[in-house]
């Protein structure tokens, strides 16, 4: 290793590896800097059991940027997905709701529930798809500053005016809805199935701490329809050998463009002399320059951690206490010595290799919510499980499972007590809940590893353990992400850059906020 | 032939009447209540005592309207006490906000010096955001679709006046917006009270709680209508109805015809040249045009021919949501009810605006969370008024006229039905008020509920929703109704 670099890259997760990968192929001399002893962040795979490979936080792709796959030519790299079919949802009167790929077969099921909801679905698929067409682009755009009067400004919000304008009318009005509406209420326009709605809507909730009748949580269902994997719209899937083979592969090409990546190497704080960034200093001492670092840590960890707030401007330090992690959600990782036997679908089968929502009803997701208003997890929690050894065997032993469990709502901030005191009852409600659908679960577990909020915070440096490194609410989107007027990858830190799911577009395993920024850094060059 | 034939005659109605009279325009008005007024009316509790029978505040009225058309000379005479609102705490404590910045701030420092100093910086934001966003109110909203010329000179002046605001506050105004009430109001201040007083604004008659994302936009529109986080309490002397008489006299001083008893039954637009409106009577009046005061789903799902409209703008007209979470609870005192938070005669004036009672901002929370599972709330938030306090024509002397809006009590009850449940709700909101004034129990000797059922029933408000539709982000400005 060296110790003078172009770039050094800040915390070694899906983004900073996309964005070294990036900056390399342009030429600079990058160094990764990653705190654990594995790569990927939150979207890593560990062997958290013997033989149990878990993705130990985030646990399914749809998101990652095809334009980041074909750049960076990831299936060279070992990156394959596998398909997730469907979502299978149990209700407590025995009955189900099981969605799948096929189309036809979706249908038919909404048939049973409704005949009114089948025919809606139809006319929600299309008008979503063309919304999701609307939007896309703006994914991998720089936010434009709407308070500036430059041209390049101009010409972002100009564009997407056009665009707009371009829209049939009723795709006009829907978009609008979907920006500002709760997901049940815009739901409410389409179906009557209070399952179908329940089950859509928790796409909207999730790592926020809204519920699903909370304004703003409609436009997140748009991402169910603008996850593509080959080109396909709306498929969600497994990478094999778990999402830490994504940043693995991603990884390797940054490597191959001359990436240097240093695991174990956590940062004390980020040199800046003059109001401008010129290096970091390892908590062992180490000290490396840089031409210009990039973090993709969330604002708190580069700020006040990383530069410390007496050396900030007063109104950005005001703007960073505003941005608002608040986490909402917790992890459960479960091994499992066979499959669970859902009471509404017996037996195993195809309904177990996909998604598993705990979402019964509208009701029940909002009352959910409710508690964590008050401080309390959820006594009843909205989960939805993947069994990824179903699709993937490598990750468990022959006839063994892994059981991955995303549960909402696990406020950070609880009124009574503390995480370290109450991880155990929260991993017994989790099971308690999935045993009323699949009462089996308790006897199949060999292992259990529990996170929550509080040890994503400690474990995997998300503040306040919040998933998308803050949340992903309206006014903390686009040109408001993350703080007014810093939308642009850049800060108040002359050649410090933010490539986290902290700035545009968000989180998600999408990989555009590392490519984006990259994409500005490089233009920024000359003035650097 | 009419020009213009008014359906409803509210306060809009009437104010719309009077400008297309001014204009030369013949107009005519059919209210479908022996007397004007919509929910901006005067009613007698017994004998003696008047309270203005749902709203009982102004919002504040446009002050253009009452010079335009000359209302004072109708008889029109606004009164508007020193505080604006008194927040109480069940301990006795209270917080009031007055019509005088400074004065407000110094109230405010008895619980926090740092919110003191905070509050005047607020206002003054509001103010300068407030100026910005008034011309939006006295605008057409402009077509998304196919923008005239002149909506994109109105936009183009609007973007002029954001510009003028200056970076802070551009940035402040694009993000309160989607905002919930109670996170921008944690960012200002820290006493509880305070907070919750200033969210209230923003959940006031709406199907929302604090935590609910869109509900700064309320105080935004509150700083639009008066440039002030916390609306004056405005009151109309002799009771609200003597707002929508006086616009009546205006109108009639301007050839309007207004016409009571005359309820409507269709509008038929088969014509390419004129609509025809009939009513109840079977009698039938042809105009130029037809302007409904009415909410419009019942303007366009009860009087209109279906095959009349476009079956795509029925469907939105359906999704429309215009479901009421709001009752009115009038009361008649026999004396001021002794509040806590009053400990002596000379404070009386405290309790002469608006009341606010709902401590903490999880208190309106759990207020709302009832209503989302079709439950009134146990401990409802209240905005009351004792009218009789500053205008004593609406009491007989020592005597009292209470008004009270209680929150949340949604239009669809999941068990029984308003009926049953008037009464225990009735229950509720007297017993919450008896923890602030208590012997309230002693002084009332009359009281009448209006639950959303009666303002469906009796006011014509569909769903009983106080707007006439929600106020939400997705339901405002260029996108209301539809």
Redesign the interface.
């Known amino acids: 290793m060296n110790n003078k670099y172009d770039v050094v890259v800040i915390g070694g997760g899906h983004n900073g590896l996309v964005n070294a990968a990036y900056l390399a192929r342009a030429g600079k001399k990058v160094l990764v800097l990653e705190r654990r002893h594995v790569l990927g962040g939150a979207a890593v795979t560990e062997e958290v059991f013997p033989g149990f490979k878990f993705s130990v936080c985030s646990y399914v792709v749809s998101l990652l940027r095809p334009e980041i796959i074909r750049e960076l030519d990831l299936p060279r790299h070992g990156l394959e997905i596998l398909p997730l079919d469907g979502t299978f949802t149990p209700m407590p009167n025995g009955d189900h709701l099981w969605r799948v790929n096929d189309h036809a077969r979706t249908r038919r099921e909404i048939a049973r529930h409704s005949r009114l909801d089948a025919e809606a679905y139809d006319e929600y698929g299309k008008a979503m798809i063309e919304m999701a067409h609307f939007v896309k682009p703006v994914m991998s755009m720089m936010p434009p500053d709407?308070?500036s009067l430059k041209p390049a400004d101009w010409k972002n919000l100009a564009f997407m005016g056009r665009r707009f304008q371009k829209l049939p009318?009723?795709d006009?009005?829907n978009t609008?809805?979907l920006?500002?509406?709760s997901a049940v209420?815009f739901l409410?326009?389409w179906f009557e199935t209070d399952v179908l709605k329940a089950t859509m809507s928790a796409s909207g909730i999730i790592g926020t701490f809204?519920g699903v009748?909370?304004?703003?949580?409609a436009y997140v269902l748009l991402h169910h329809y603008m996850g593509e994997i080959d080109g396909a719209f709306r498929s969600w899937g497994f990478a094999r050998g778990g999402t830490g083979a994504i940043s693995n592969s991603i990884g390797a090409a940054a490597r191959e463009a001359g990436v240097e990546i240093l695991t174990e190497a956590p940062i004390a704080r980020i040199k800046v002399k003059n109001g401008k960034a010129i290096g970091v200093v390892l908590e062992n001492g180490d000290e490396i320059q840089a031409e210009v670092v990039s973090s993709s840590v969330d604002p708190r960890l580069t700020f006040t951690k990383m530069i410390g707030n007496e050396n900030l401007p007063d109104?950005f330090c005001a703007d960073l206490d505003?941005y608002?992690y608040r986490g909402s959600s917790g992890k459960v990782n479960l091994a499992l010595a066979g499959l669970p036997d859902f009471k509404a679908m017996p037996g195993p089968g195809a309904h177990l290799r996909g998604a598993i929502s705990i979402s019964p009803g509208v009701?029940y997701m909002?009352?959910a919510y409710?508690e964590a208003?008050?401080g309390r997890f959820s006594r009843r929690p909205y989960i939805d499980m993947v069994i990824p050894s179903l699709t993937d065997p490598s990750v468990a032993p022959p006839g063994k499972h892994v059981m991955s469990c995303f549960v909402q709502y696990a406020p950070y901030n609880l009124k009574e007590g503390s995480w370290d005191e109450k991880r155990d009852e929260f991993g017994e409600t989790v099971i308690d809940t999935i045993a009323e659908h699949a009462p089996n679960i308790r006897d199949l577990i060999i292992d259990r590893q529990v996170l929550t909020p509080l040890d994503l915070e400690r474990d995997f440096g998300l503040s306040e353990g919040n998933i998308f490194q803050g949340e992903l609410?309206?006014?903390q989107l686009f040109?408001?992400r993350p703080v007014?007027?810093w939308a642009q990858y850049r800060t108040p830190i002359k050649n410090l850059y933010m490539c986290g799911s902290a700035t545009h577009p968000g989180g998600g395993i999408m990989g555009a906020p590392g490519r984006n920024a990259a994409l500005k850094m490089l233009k920024d060059w000359k003035r650097i | 032939m009419h020009d213009i034939v008014i359906i409803g005659g509210g306060h809009n109605g009437l104010v719309a009447a009077c400008y297309l009279a001014k204009a030369g325009l013949r107009v005519t008005v059919l209210e479908r209540q022996e007397s004007v007024g919509g929910g901006a009316v005067t009613e007698e509790l017994e004998p003696g005592f008047r309270v203005s029978s749902l709203d009982h505040a102004t919002g504040p009225f446009s002050k253009s309207v009452v010079s335009d058309l000359d209302l004072g000379r109708f008889g029109l005479e606004l009164l508007t006490p020193e505080v604006q609102l008194l927040g109480l705490t069940p301990d006795g404590e209270s917080l009031a906000i007055f019509n005088d910045t400074e004065r407000t701030a110094k109230e405010i420092n008895k619980f926090s010096a740092r919110d003191a100093n905070k509050y005047a910086e607020f206002a003054g934001c509001f103010a300068r955001i407030g100026a910005v966003l008034s011309p939006l109110l006295s605008m057409t909203p402009p077509s998304l679709d196919q923008p005239s010329a002149g909506e994109v000179w109105q936009l183009g002046k609007f973007g002029l006046a954001f510009r003028g605001l200056g970076k802070k506050d551009e940035y402040r105004l694009l993000r309160w917006g989607p905002m919930a009430v109670a996170d921008l109001v944690a960012e200002w201040f820290e006493t509880e009270l305070l907070r919750a007083m200033i969210a209230a604004r923003g959940i006031s008659g709406a199907s929302a709680g604090p935590w609910s994302a869109g509900t700064s936009l309320g105080l935004l529109w509150q700083a639009a209508l008066g440039g002030s986080p916390i609306a004056p309490a405005e009151y109309v002397k002799g009771g609200l109805g003597n707002l929508t008489q006086s616009l009546s006299k205006a109108a009639e001083s301007f050839g309007v015809e207004v016409r009571t008893l005359s309820t409507v039954s269709r509008i038929d637009f088969s014509n390419a040249d004129r609509v025809s409106i009939t009513l109840k009577t079977g009698e039938s009046l042809e105009a130029r045009a037809a302007v409904s005061n009415a909410d419009p789903k019942s303007t366009f799902l009860q009087l209109v021919d279906p095959v009349d409209l476009d079956p795509n703008f029925l469907s939105k007209l359906r999704n429309y949501r215009a479901v009421g979470t709001v009752a009115k609870i009038n009361l008649a005192l026999s004396a001021l009810p002794p509040f806590k938070a009053i400990k002596s005669d000379d404070n009386l004036t405290r309790l002469a605006g608006r009341i606010h009672i709902g401590p903490e901002i999880d208190y309106l929370e759990r207020a709302f969370d009832s209503a989302k599972y079709g439950e009134f709330s146990p401990h409802p938030f209240l905005d009351i008024t004792i009218p009789s306090l500053s205008d004593p024509t609406l009491a007989p002397s020592g005597k009292h006229v209470m008004s009270i809006l209680a929150q949340f009590a949604p239009y669809k009850l999941k068990a029984g039905d308003w009926a049953t449940n008037e009464q225990l709700f009735a229950d509720a909101v007297i017993d919450t008020l008896s923890h602030y004034a208590p012997g309230i129990k002693d002084v009332i000797t009359s009281l009448q509920v209006i639950t959303p059922v009666d303002l469906e029933s009796n006011y014509g408000l569909t769903g009983g929703h106080i707007h006439h539709g929600e106020q939400a982000l997705d339901q405002f400005f260029t996108f209301r109704p539809l």
């Open positions: 709407p308070t009318a009723d006009k009005y609008v809805q920006m500002t509406m209420d409410d326009q809204l009748r909370s304004p703003g949580t109104d505003r608002k009701e909002e009352r409710d208003k008050y609410t309206l006014e040109f408001l007014p007027g």
